[in-house]
Structures are given as structure tokens and as C-alpha cells.
């Protein structure tokens, strides 16, 4: 059965809408440590992740007005959330919202733009367990303005400004735009795929957007890519092949450190067959350990046991060879003979091996 939602004093929440929102207040605050009125009316349902992307991009002129609900209800919900945020405990802090927009423009969350309302959307409510940095970090990132946005075309379309049209196109103020109207006409595509690369030529072009494209069948935005300055992408491409290159130098010597230490291995098995089986023809011994101690293949001498040249990995290694270079195993097992009775019938010849490496006889 469902706890019903409670206030900080432990009154249960009387309406509907309480209980809705102080639910969806409490999810988000041991989830992220902070809530937001855009996270909390989104958890409601109300204001949908499409609208508040159209409206950060410049294509809705106030966030209201393609919520779910009347401007009153979202009001009144946002009343309750602050109620609430004061009564828990939380600390205030007022982030500022900017559009993904050439001009960086304050957005706005109401047609009326009361200034009191709007203050209310940006207030973001954070938990007192985060410490006085953490909160103000917390606010810098949240109002971190957010990439400029260019849109993969769909459809046919002509700019509003020019009339061409092509295959990328920038919307501003409902309006669509092509980039040379746009003026990103000069910036270059890196598409998706490199992480660093992309990282590295972003902090490097001092004017960068993300280039989207709506997937249908998903109903959500795809990244392709990104429009940065051509100087830009050069330095992150010089930086990118420096650390290939150290990457390949780091491979190298990896390799070369990992083959020294598989040829100590292998000598050190080589003695310690020998140090068992005295008669054995030191080559034979030399290639029994190249064999069981090739990295990678699985075989005993890759085991614990086989790294510590343990005296009975050694033996079980010299035993498979004999069977199968000295006796007529394999051609039994190729003619169909069950493993366990072509163990059986090649036992004699392997004692006799063991014994003739064991005493020279």
C-alpha cells in the first residue's frame, strides 16, 4: 500500500495536487539533492521535455504557453512546491535561464512576465546537507547557458530572410533561418563519434552549435555533430594526433614489456621441467613452455598455478605434450575413439616417455 505524502511536520497532504507534488518534490530531492520548478512540473506531467527544448531553442516565446495545464494550475502547484521547500529546510537559489539563441536572450516564463512569477520559475530549491559552495556551483552550472541549436532538416523549407533553403536550419523567433542569415555560415560540421575530438574543438571555437535531427520513430531529438571554427577543429585534430601518437608509443612499450616478461615465464618453466624431467632434450622443454605459456591461449601455463611455475601446472603441461606429440592420441580421437578410453589405451607409451626423461634410461 502507497504511503501518502506528508508535509515536513508531518501533516498528511490534504488535496490531490498536494499529495501529487510533494511526492514528485521528495522523488527529485533524494534523487539530486536539489529540485526545480521546470524538473517538479515535468514530473507532474504538465510540462512535457519537447515543449521546455522548443522553448530554451527560441521557438516558444513563453513556456506557458504550451503547457498542459492553465497558467492558474501551474501556479497553484508551484505555490504548493514552495511551501513545501521552505517548510523542509531548503535553500533558495535564483538561476538564470537563457535561451539557445545567437543573442542569448533572457527567456521568459509567462505571457504577463510578472516579475514576481518569473521569479518564482527560476528559483531552484536545493538541499541543506549540500554545503555553501556546492550551492553555488550547483546555481553557476544551472545557468550555464545552453548550446546553440541547429536543426537537420525533415522537410522541405525556405529561409525566412533570403528564401534559399538547404539541409541545416536555425529557427529564432519562430521563424526559420539558413546559416549564412543565421551568421554561422562559417563553421564547420565535426560529426558525433569522437569524444574528445568534439570535446576538445568546442572549448576551442569560441562559437560552436549542436546540430539535431528528430528521430520519428523515437519521438526525440538525435545528435549528428557539431558546428565549430575551422581553426578550432585544426588545433583539436593536432591534439587528438599528439595523443595517438603517445597512445601507439604506450602500446609499444606495453608490448614490448609484456613479451619480456613472457620470456622470463618461459625460461623460468623451461628450468623447471628440466629441474623434473632431467632427460628431457632441452628444446623439447623450451617448446613445451613456449606452448603452455603463450598469452592468451588459456592453456595451463597461464594459470595461477602456471604463472607461479608450480611444480604440478609443469608436470600436467609436459604430460599433454607427450600425449599428443609422442603417442597416437590424436589420431585416435579422430577416428572416433572416446577420450577417456584413448587416455586409457595410451598410458604405456606416456610411463614410458616419463621414465625415459625422469632417469636417462
Given at each position: 500500500m502507497a504511503t501518502t505524502p506528508t508535509w515536513p511536520d508531518g501533516r498528511p497532504?490534504?488535496?490531490?495536487l498536494e499529495r501529487r507534488v510533494i511526492a514528485a518534490?521528495?522523488?527529485?530531492?533524494?534523487?539530486?539533492?536539489?529540485?526545480?520548478?521546470?524538473?517538479?512540473?515535468?514530473?507532474?506531467?504538465w510540462l512535457p521535455g519537447d515543449v521546455v527544448d522548443r522553448w530554451r531553442q527560441g521557438r516558444l516565446p513563453e513556456l506557458e504557453r504550451g503547457a498542459a495545464v492553465p497558467p492558474s494550475r501551474l501556479l497553484e502547484a508551484l505555490g504548493i512546491f514552495g511551501r513545501w521547500a521552505r517548510a523542509e529546510g531548503l535553500h533558495p537559489g535564483e538561476v538564470d535561464y537563457v535561451g539557445a539563441t545567437r543573442d542569448r536572450r533572457q527567456l521568459r516564463f509567462t505571457v504577463g512576465g510578472d516579475p514576481e512569477?518569473?521569479?518564482?520559475?527560476?528559483?531552484?530549491?536545493?538541499?541543506?546537507?549540500?554545503?555553501?559552495?556546492?550551492?553555488?556551483?550547483?546555481?553557476?552550472?544551472?545557468?550555464?547557458?545552453?548550446?546553440?541549436?541547429?536543426?537537420?532538416?525533415?522537410?522541405?523549407?525556405?529561409?525566412?530572410?533570403?528564401?534559399?533553403?538547404?539541409?541545416?536550419?536555425?529557427?529564432?523567433?519562430?521563424?526559420?533561418?539558413?546559416?549564412?542569415?543565421?551568421?554561422?555560415?562559417?563553421?564547420?560540421?565535426?560529426?558525433?563519434?569522437?569524444?574528445?575530438?568534439?570535446?576538445r574543438a568546442k572549448k576551442a571555437s569560441t562559437l560552436s552549435a549542436v546540430v539535431l535531427r528528430f528521430n520519428?520513430?523515437?519521438?526525440?531529438?538525435?545528435?549528428?555533430?557539431?558546428?565549430?571554427?575551422?581553426?578550432?577543429?585544426?588545433?583539436?585534430?593536432?591534439?587528438?594526433?599528439?595523443?595517438?601518437a603517445a597512445?601507439?608509443?604506450?602500446?609499444?612499450?606495453?608490448?614490448?614489456?609484456?613479451?619480456?616478461?613472457?620470456?622470463?615465464?618461459?625460461?623460468?618453466?623451461?628450468?623447471?621441467?628440466?629441474?623434473?624431467?632431467?632427460?628431457?632434450?632441452?628444446?623439447?622443454?623450451?617448446?613445451?613452455?613456449?606452448?603452455?605459456?603463450?598469452?592468451?591461449?588459456?592453456?595451463?601455463?597461464?594459470?595461477?598455478a602456471g604463472r607461479a611455475v608450480d611444480e604440478d601446472a609443469m608436470t600436467r603441461a609436459v604430460f599433454a605434450s607427450i600425449r599428443h606429440e609422442d603417442t597416437g592420441y590424436d589420431r585416435l580421437l579422430m577416428a572416433?575413439?572416446?577420450?577417456?578410453e584413448a587416455r586409457e589405451r595410451i598410458g604405456t607409451d606416456i610411463d614410458r616417455v616419463l621414465a625415459a626423461w625422469r632417469s636417462g634410461s
Open positions: 497532504a490534504g488535496s490531490k518534490a521528495q522523488t527529485a530531492l533524494v534523487r539530486h539533492r536539489h529540485v526545480s520548478p521546470l524538473a517538479l512540473l515535468g514530473a507532474l506531467g512569477v518569473e521569479r518564482v520559475y527560476r528559483t531552484h530549491w536545493a538541499s541543506a546537507a549540500l554545503s555553501e559552495p556546492a550551492r553555488e556551483r550547483l546555481v553557476q552550472r544551472q545557468s550555464a547557458p545552453p548550446d546553440l541549436v541547429v536543426h537537420s532538416a525533415l522537410t522541405d523549407w525556405t529561409c525566412a530572410d533570403c528564401g534559399d533553403t538547404g539541409d541545416l536550419l536555425v529557427s529564432e523567433d519562430g521563424r526559420t533561418l539558413c546559416l549564412t542569415c543565421a551568421d554561422l555560415d562559417h563553421l564547420v560540421f565535426l560529426p558525433a563519434g569522437d569524444a574528445a575530438l568534439t570535446r520519428r520513430s523515437r519521438r526525440r531529438h538525435d545528435r549528428l555533430g557539431l558546428l565549430v571554427e575551422p581553426p578550432a577543429l585544426d588545433s583539436a585534430e593536432q591534439q587528438c594526433l599528439g595523443d595517438e597512445r601507439l608509443r604506450r602500446r609499444e612499450r606495453d608490448r614490448e614489456r609484456r613479451a619480456d616478461q613472457d620470456v622470463a615465464l618461459m625460461a623460468r618453466m623451461a628450468e623447471e621441467i628440466l629441474r623434473l624431467f632431467p632427460r628431457c632434450p632441452a628444446s623439447r622443454a623450451e617448446a613445451i613452455a613456449r606452448h603452455t605459456g603463450l598469452r592468451g591461449s588459456g592453456r595451463v601455463g597461464r594459470s595461477a572416433g575413439v572416446p577420450r577417456t
